[in-house]
């Protein structure tokens, strides 16, 4: 993939006032809708016992509970806001890459929100269950995707650096040999090899992870058990990535191990738990379409169209790389390529959507 994309730059300091502005956001909801309940303005002598002065007006249950559900969005803002700064400035501090840095704040701003928008409008146990125990678990796929590109993204705009402002797309796997033979450091080098190989690492445990969170869903595990889960794989695959990119002494080495073998544990483990009832280890691997297509509700053509699209994309897509000798034909594989990586993440994304609405 030949498009070097643009996640370097420090953005994830900025998070830290916007993170706040969504923790404040449900307060001045709060004020508006109270003017509106009471007709009037503002209470301001002693604002933190209005939703009693509410309550003594007159005022509606239905808008009491709203006004309530408003303020402890606030207060759970407010609660979470020095963790999550916290959080950011030490992952800054520590060296943490900003490409990483800037993935994580923008899926967590995105969940505040997310979670701020549940918390005022929901009255039902169904959509409060969302925030802990909806089937959350399956979008989590596209993140673990991601993570595994995260590496080779970096590797691209490194490489990219280091020749000059140039990368070669033409056959972008012989790129190291390329960087050799035009005297590149040798640390940065092995940087580079580090950087390709925690890619193909993410890109192998990928199947498993996959598996072991579908095969969970199918056999009925408690959707709080499997969200801690993803989460906990997640946050041990974005410090492996760290480690194994940033790691040049045998410490480091040894960390990168037992962070990859607590996590191949936790996968196994879990997958051999929910497998008791199915012996055949192998219908993990029969698992992605066919709980697709029967476990997530999407209908069979659907699937089959995919499925034939995806085998006509990848013929296309070896042709062309095997094939390829100019630059025209290296953006026409790049281009073959994010299709195919665009229709997977639609139907993943489609496939979790489907499931938390049979759900609700």
């Not at 678990?137 to 020749?163: D, V």
């Not at 598996?211 to 499997?226: D, H, P, V, Y």
């Not at 993990?284 to 169209?305: K, Q």
């Not at 085998?311 to 299709?339: D, Q």
Request: a positive charge; proline letters at 4%; one cysteine or more.
């Amino acid at each position: 993939m030949p498009i070097d994309y643009k996640f370097n730059a420090p953005l994830s300091l900025y998070a830290l006032p916007v993170l706040y502005v969504i923790a404040q956001y449900p307060q001045i909801a709060k004020m508006s809708y109270m003017r509106k309940c009471l007709g009037g303005p503002y209470p301001n002598n002693n604002p933190r016992s209005n939703i009693e002065l509410c309550k003594k007006k007159e005022v509606s249950q239905a808008d009491i509970e709203k006004m309530e559900r408003m303020n402890a969005a606030h207060l759970n803002g407010l609660e979470n806001f020095s963790l999550h700064a916290i959080s950011i400035l030490a992952a800054n501090v520590s060296g943490v890459d900003n490409c990483t840095l800037n993935i994580i704040t923008g899926g967590l701003v995105t969940a505040r929100l997310f979670y701020n928008y549940l918390y005022i409008n929901g009255t039902t146990r169904t959509v409060a269950s969302i925030r802990i125990d909806a089937p959350l678990s399956l979008f989590s796929l596209p993140f673990f995707y991601l993570n595994a590109l995260l590496p080779i993204t970096a590797k691209m705009h490194l490489m990219k650096k280091a020749l000059g402002g140039v990368y070669p797309t033409t056959n972008p796997r012989s790129n190291l040999e390329l960087c050799k033979k035009k005297g590149v450091p040798e640390d940065i080098i092995q940087k580079l090899e580090r950087m390709q190989a925690a890619h193909q690492n993410g890109y192998e445990n990928f199947c498993l992870i996959s598996a072991t969170i579908l095969t969970a869903n199918f056999c009925g595990i408690e959707n709080r058990m499997i969200n801690l889960y993803a989460a906990g794989m997640l946050v041990n695959r974005i410090i492996y990535n760290y480690v194994y990119v940033n790691g040049t002494t045998e410490i480091y080495g040894t960390a990168r191990s037992t962070v990859h073998t607590l996590g191949m544990m936790a996968s196994c483990c879990n997958r051999e738990h929910r497998l008791k009832d199915y012996r055949d280890a192998a219908l993990t691997f029969y698992l992605h379409y066919w709980l697709a297509a029967n476990f997530c509700g999407i209908e069979e053509r659907t699937i089959n169209l995919y499925a034939a699209g995806m085998l006509v994309n990848r013929i296309i897509y070896n042709y062309v790389y095997v094939n390829g000798t100019t630059n025209t034909y290296a953006m026409t594989r790049s281009v073959v390529h994010n299709v195919g990586l665009i229709a997977s993440w639609y139907l993943m994304f489609v496939s979790a959507y489907h499931r938390n609405v049979r759900n609700v």
